[in-house]
């Protein structure tokens, strides 16, 4: 039986580290990525395309799609979106909340000459012939210092 | 006589002033289509109804009984211009920003779609500007930068890259002029330097 009340916590602290982040990287993809991630205790580093790398190898999951992404991600787990793309790709931070057209997950993200998106599908972030590419990594969270 | 000479410039000039050439952007609300030059201009799908400022397309242009679809996703701004045959539709996916060339007539996208890592596009009488963007994996890291790119609008032809302008524009945005892609040090600031 899962603890719920320790899940309901990791995914709150998710949310709480992208809304903390957010004013100060909305115009940067992985620089909100990199910035939500260490204040979970989590290490990412580098642009787009290499924490898109560093999310398919170990200690990182993959998930083939969004559907599954959301799962994790309401199960408490740190999940990243992310498509490589020349010169730079894109990144965020999938969290707890719905699907769009059932399989378009939540997300928070910087986007440069913008001001990126909160609590918004990732149909938002990538247009229709790339949003089905996304690729998802995740980890748990480490406990709480 | 000299007054009455001064007078008409000023009337000429306002008349000018007030009747806009080149391109523009279109205003868009919620499913409300905007007219112009005689065609009708709809975006799908807005992110927002009250306030929209992304659309998920498409692009549907409309005079009398005709009507079609560009199929453009993730629109943030619509141009068009008086007695071109085309209107330029910025989008973005990822960190991409795309800038594509709509015929009105047939909505079939014409010449190259522009890809761009840039922090926005300016479409201004007849020039297209993409502004120079960078960034950068840590705070005290040289940047990824993208270069400037600024275009000639004509009616009849491709748009034609101003390299010179491109250049300068560049080098006003991010300190230092370049072409293509560099690693800079310090970018929008009076200490940026092209890293080697």
Redesign the interface.
Known sequence: MPDTTTEITAQQRIINACEVEFNAHDN????FVRAVSRDLGVTL????N?IVDEIQAAPWTTVPNGVQAKAQADSGFLVIGG?K?D????VVVIVTGPLAAGKYPTAYWG????IGKKN?TI????????RDKVIYGYIALPPQQ | MKFISLLLSALLYFTLAESPDGFQALVFSDQQATRFGGYSFRLAGP?QPDKPT?W?GPLTIATGEKSCDASV??V?AVYAAQDFPYVIAV???????HVHFVTIATCATQWTTYKA????VDVHDNRLSI?P?C???ASDAAS?C?SARVYQLSKDSAPVILRKASLQLTREKLGVGFWG?AMVSNPRTPQAAIVH
């Open positions: 940067d993809c992985s620089g580093t580098g642009l787009a290499d498509l793309d010169p730079h790709g894109h986007r440069l000459g913008s918004t149909n938002w972030a990538w247009n229709s012939q790339d | 992110d992304t998920q996703s993730l943030t989008t973005y996916s990822g960190s991409s920003t890592f840039t922090d926005g502004l963007a960034e950068s994996s990824q993208s892609q």
